[in-house]
């Protein structure tokens, strides 16, 4: 991978290729459209902040929840709206099936608020967070996931590349086998 400077910013790009126009100065309505997209690398201060990239506070809004994910392996910045669809659906679940309980309690522990940006575009990392994925790393890669904006160290992005890489090695045919095993769910279900 190749990290090149956009603005304020690191994008990571594709070996060799340089962010378009676009990284600069996106579309809103395509950013819009498109949810959380890309991902960047940055550095958590001694403080424990770390910059949002634009185009994403410019997606979550004022109002934010720094939390988990919902495979509570990574830290996650919601906007409201989507924590609370998050929070409604485990909510469901734990009242149909006490054993959803456990993942609920834990969502709505480690989610906070009052989480905003200061005028440099950094969040606060709660410190139960840091302390719980960041573990005292300052490089973390801050990357979209159409909903919401997820963080993790560079060690956890590393680790990730390769787990995917060693499973998919040919993404194409994994893609291929999924449509393939819905298309045969489909016919099943008529």
Not at 72 to 100: F, G, H, N, T
Not at 158 to 182: G, N
Request: negative net charge.
């Amino acid at each position: 991978m190749v990290v090149r400077q956009v603005s304020d910013e690191r994008r990571t790009t594709p070996e060799g290729g340089q962010p378009s126009d676009t990284a600069v100065s996106p579309d809103p309505t395509a950013a819009s459209r498109l949810g959380f997209i890309g991902v960047y690398n940055h550095a958590i201060d001694n403080k424990g902040r770390v910059i949002v990239p634009q185009t994403f506070r410019g997606l979550l809004g004022e109002k934010i929840i720094v939390g988990v994910t919902m495979g509570q392996d990574a830290i996650a910045i919601y906007p409201y709206e989507v924590w609370e669809e998050k929070v409604e659906m485990l909510s469901q679940l734990s009242r149909e099936d006490a054993a959803a309980e456990v993942f609920l309690t834990r969502f709505a522990m480690y989610s906070f608020d009052g989480c905003g940006f200061d005028t440099q575009g950094r969040v606060l990392l709660p410190a139960a967070l840091r302390e719980l994925y960041l573990d005292g790393v300052q490089g973390v890669q801050v990357s979209g996931t159409t909903e919401y904006v997820r963080l993790v160290s560079d060690k956890q992005a590393a680790q990730e590349r390769e787990s995917f890489h060693a499973k998919y090695p040919d993404a194409s045919l994994a893609i291929s086998a999924i449509q393939a095993r819905v298309r045969n769910k489909k016919a099943e279900d008529r």
